[in-house]
């Protein structure tokens, strides 16, 4: 187990039920890159494991191992920080372990089905016990409930935390509502109507907000406390930026929801209110990383006057963040952006391009910061005052971000030949989707996808040795260095 690899020397039990969540994640982070990449072998070759592991069901594991490893992360960064923020343990720990427990078997189980009861009638125990048949929240309506209980659970533990708190911190009182959200919006994906236009609009409630607005406050909630945790940023600054980030997700989050709405039947309005908001939604983000660097750039400058040195305490998880920031602006505001205008969007609707957005944005906007947080959870775990980059934890940011842009950039490129071929020149019927799927480009782009996939997996090996091995070698080198200072002071001192 990864807890015990780590050798965690937490005295705090929020913080000890952190590193379970995070040891979960990765394992579900590593499951998911493992059927990513059968997924990218079968676009070459469709027959691969046909019968077997058939595509549907590869990228169905593949998205939801996405979804609950970053969910997983997630909960478990609040648990780590609620004490620090709070100055209490999380209220009910014996009951959010259970909750953790639960939601580890609940997902083993849901995995284990749809590997192995791949097609079956659509009925209404089919829909109860076996998948729900609804892209990317396939999971049966037991799993369903199961994940709302846990998370309010979950929101329960942290409430109370925050309720017997004296300081009640902008980070925490934004976490707060966010979590109630969390829980609600899921709830949207929970009920069925044959009507497909209604249908549809309450489905994607759950697939852009609750990810979209929900998860991207909360993704700046992490990355406010992280900073005041590394660089020492300024509370005020960081929680400005936080109440901003609310006001324009919760604003341009819900409006912003309108650009999936172009084809599904809803009035034609969303059109102009989908486009114009749905751009603005990375922006405080990188607004809030960029202030904070900025103000901590000029109090290194004053302080480097007077003999004051800002120490970047933990420069793996500094990283992480910049990549954070940016990642999230080019993932989710440039790519998405790409093809969000319905005059561009009735061409590019279900292309690669969509794929290209999200590969990008997913990374970018939620696994970089939450990988972040890992680094902070290791160095907190060895009681480490400063945590520095080793050779693994440079190759593994190389090779990550240049497989996650190779596949950006490949997918683009098939997307970009589906809107010329299939979509522009042939008309989007179903003999246009097969012509296009065999020319040159989209082959060729497919090929790279897969080439960029494998950098990408090399790169998450060296993330994982890393993330074993950097706070006890980290440590270690601690200790020598004290032993051998205390043994060049001690002859002069006598």
């Known amino acids: ?50 019968g077997i592991l058939d595509f549907s069901v590869v990228r169905m594991v593949h998205l939801n191992a996405l979804v609950v490893w970053l969910l997983f992360a997630m909960i478990g960064s609040v648990y780590y920080m609620v004490p620090d923020e709070t100055g209490y343990e999380a209220v009910g720990i014996k009951l959010g372990e259970l909750g953790f427990y639960v939601l580890t078997a609940a997902v083993a ?37 199961g994940i709302v209980v846990v998370v309010l659970i979950f929101y329960y533990n942290i409430l109370g935390a925050y309720l017997k708190s004296e300081k009640k911190t902008g980070i925490m009182t934004v976490l707060i509502a966010d979590l109630l959200a969390l829980a609600g919006l899921y709830l949207a994906g929970m009920f069925y109507t044959d009507n497909i236009s209604v249908d549809q609009y309450y489905w994607w409630w759950v697939i852009h907000l609750w990810v979209e607005a929900t998860w991207e406050v909360f993704v700046g909630a992490i990355a406010a406390y992280a900073l005041i945790k590394i660089i020492g940023a300024k509370r005020q600054i960081v929680e400005m930026w936080l109440w901003i980030e609310v006001l324009m997700l919760f604003g341009s989050g819900i409006l912003g929801l309108g650009h999936h709405y172009f084809w599904i039947g ?20 990188v607004a809030m990383f960029v202030h904070v660097l900025y103000d901590w750039g000029r109090e290194q400058g004053h302080g480097e006057a007077n003999k004051i040195k800002n120490v970047v305490t933990n420069t793996p998880a500094m990283a992480w963040i910049t990549i954070n920031a940016f990642g999230n602006f080019l993932g989710a505001g440039i790519w998405g952006f790409f093809h969000t205008l319905p005059q561009v969007n009735i061409y590019t609707h279900g292309t690669q391009f969509t794929a290209a957005h999200g590969h990008l944005a997913f990374f970018g906007a939620y696994a970089a910061i939450l990988i972040g947080m890992m680094y902070l959870v290791v160095q907190g775990a060895y009681g480490l005052k400063t945590m520095r980059m080793t ?15 190779g596949m950006t950039v490949a997918l683009t490129i098939a997307g970009y030949e589906q809107v010329l071929v299939e979509r522009a020149e042939l008309g989007g019927g179903w003999q246009a989707f097969f012509t296009a799927q065999g020319l040159p480009w989209y082959v060729q782009a497919q090929a790279w996808r897969l080439i960029m996939g494998v950098v990408f997996f090399v790169g998450f090996v060296l993330l994982f040795i890393d993330l074993i091995t950097i706070g006890r070698k980290q440590s270690q080198a601690n200790d020598t260095h004290d032993t051998q200072v205390s043994a060049s002071v001690t002859p002069t001192m006598a």
């Open 1 to 50: 187990m990864l807890t015990k690899l780590l050798n965690p020397a937490f005295d705090s039990p929020s913080k000890r039920l952190a590193m379970k969540y995070f040891t979960v994640a990765l394992v579900l982070f590593a499951a998911q890159l493992v059927v990513g990449l059968i997924a990218a072998i079968q676009f070459i070759h469709p027959s691969f494991l046909f």
């Open 109 to 145: 189980v849901v995995v284990v089905v749809y590997l192995l009861i791949q097609v079956g009638a659509g009925t209404e125990a089919s829909i109860w016990l076996i998948n729900e048949g609804r892209e990317y929240i396939e999971a049966p309506r037991w799993a369903d409930i």
């Open 266 to 285: 809803t009035p034609e309005y969303w059109w102009e209110i989908g486009a114009l908001f749905s751009s603005l939604e990375p922006v405080p983000l």
């Open 391 to 405: 050779a693994l934890t440079k190759w593994s940011i190389g090779l990550l971000c240049l497989g996650i842009l």
